[in-house]
């Protein structure tokens, strides 16, 4: 059996692999690019380039997370989305020597329904907008569990994943399905 050397997607991102000629992209995968073509078309995932190492140390796959978020057995995705535009962000000063240029980011999550589309949340893009890259903050999955809410004693038990959305050396926040209110909710989980 011949071998070629060919690309596939991975995680989001181009690496190259040796596979059969005959490979094709998986549904998911095409699933997850037409979701960031349909939310923006000029949108990409944060990868691990995107991310300062000197902040966050390395951080494998900083940009997506994959799992049922709301508990009814279809994968559901959430996206730290690259949302393509760049724009000057002000005069060089004493901390800026040069202009900065940011980029504008949104956590996205997108929950799969049962007709078989997504209905998508955008979260967090109060805290994430216009960040300098590249950027200090990451995602993964929280497992569902008992999690503690920082500066006080309330405790929450999540019931499905949630999304752990970490600003690197600062602060991290649980974004979690809330069944009872049908809809996402935040717990601040590090300060």
């Known amino acids: 059996m011949s071998r070629n050397l060919c690309i596939v997607w991975s995680a989001l991102t181009f690496i190259l692999t040796s596979c059969k000629a005959d490979s094709q992209v998986s549904k998911d995968q095409s699933d997850v690019r037409e979701l960031i073509t349909g939310f923006n078309s000029r949108a990409r995932i944060i990868t691990e380039t995107d991310v300062d190492t000197s902040w966050c140390g390395i951080v494998s796959n900083p940009g997506i997370v994959e799992a049922d978020f709301n508990g009814d057995n279809k994968k559901d995705y959430a996206m730290l989305l690259n949302l393509g535009k760049i724009k000057d962000s002000g005069n060089a000063n004493d901390s800026h020597p040069q202009a900065v240029k940011t980029a504008t980011m949104a956590l996205v999550i997108f929950l799969s329904e049962k007709n078989g589309k997504f209905k998508t949340i955008s979260s967090m893009k109060e805290h994430i907008s216009d960040?300098?890259?590249?950027?200090?903050?990451?995602?993964?999955?929280?497992?569902?569990?008992?999690?503690?809410?920082?500066?006080?004693?309330?405790?929450?038990?999540?019931?499905?994943?949630?999304?752990?959305?970490?600003?690197?050396?600062?602060?991290?926040?649980?974004?979690?399905?809330?069944?009872?209110?049908?809809?996402?909710?935040?717990?601040?989980?590090?300060?």
């Open 131 to 191: 960040e300098v890259p590249p950027v200090n903050f990451f995602i993964q999955m929280q497992p569902a569990r008992t999690i503690k809410e920082v500066d006080s004693d309330k405790v929450f038990k999540l019931g499905a994943p949630g999304i752990l959305l970490t600003f690197c050396q600062r602060s991290a926040v649980v974004i979690y399905w809330n069944a009872k209110k049908k809809r996402l909710d935040e717990i601040w989980v590090a300060d």
